[in-house]
T-cell receptor, first 112, second 116 residues
């Protein structure tokens, strides 16, 4: 079973627009991570937010975490064609043996 | 080159054959993982290892065997391949005890396996 579920499953925007992806999870977590996967490639870590943090920034990325709602969002500002990829949230559940549970991902397409 | 590598990148085999997918990392990370990625299922954990000679099952271990005699290698063997094991397989590693102490995972490029 998947801990994290991303929404929407697919998102298509124009270059320069902002893209927002959401992730919901079921059980308490130590941290939540976002990964990017370009077509035919492995996943690449983008950003980690700990359970005691509410917002985190990294370049054009902004992640929020609401533990009361068990949800997170990833905002990519001023999107570029190179941002076209699948984005996954991954949760590190309390008591787990360093495992991450991945959602099914959001496919983002940025049109030039 | 430093990093995490997988071989082969592509493999076609037949039902019933034994197949071994290789994974090698140069960081001396303690943890290593094997996932499969299928449409509609995201990434599912097959097996993981916390250190050399320590392995444990993940969500979908049936039909797979792993070993970890050296920290840097974590091969995944399909003992008797089935069509349902057609998938893309990713190896990953992490170092929770290192600087920062997070569970960030670093992924290999994947192996696309087709079982006919």
């Amino acid at each position: 079973s998947q801990q994290g579920e991303e929404d929407p499953q697919a998102l298509s925007i124009q270059e320069g627009e902002n893209a927002t992806m959401n992730c919901s999870y079921k059980t308490s977590i130590n941290n939540l991570q976002w990964y990017r996967q370009n077509s035919g490639r492995g996943l690449v870590h983008l950003i980690l937010i700990r359970s005691n943090e509410r917002e985190k920034h990294s370049g054009r990325l902004r992640v929020t975490l609401d533990t009361s709602k068990k949800s997170s969002s990833l905002l990519i500002t001023a999107s570029r064609a190179a941002d076209t990829a699948s984005y996954f949230c991954a949760t590190d559940t309390s008591g787990s043996a360093r495992q991450l549970t991945f959602g099914s991902g959001t496919q983002l397409t940025v049109l030039p | 080159d430093a990093g995490i590598t997988q071989s082969p990148r592509y493999k076609i085999t037949e039902t019933g054959r034994q197949v071994t997918l290789m994974c090698h990392q140069t960081w001396s990370h303690s943890y290593m993982f094997w996932y499969r990625q299928d449409l509609g299922h995201g990434l599912r954990l097959i097996y993981y290892s916390a250190a050399a000679d320590i392995t444990d099952k993940g969500e979908v271990p049936d039909g797979y065997v792993v070993s970890r005699s050296k920290t840097e290698n974590f091969p995944l063997t399909l003992e008797s391949a089935t069509r349902s094991q057609t998938s893309v397989y990713f190896c990953a590693s992490s170092d929770p005890s290192g600087a920062g102490g997070t569970d960030t995972q670093y992924f290999g490029p994947g192996t696309r396996l087709t079982v006919l």
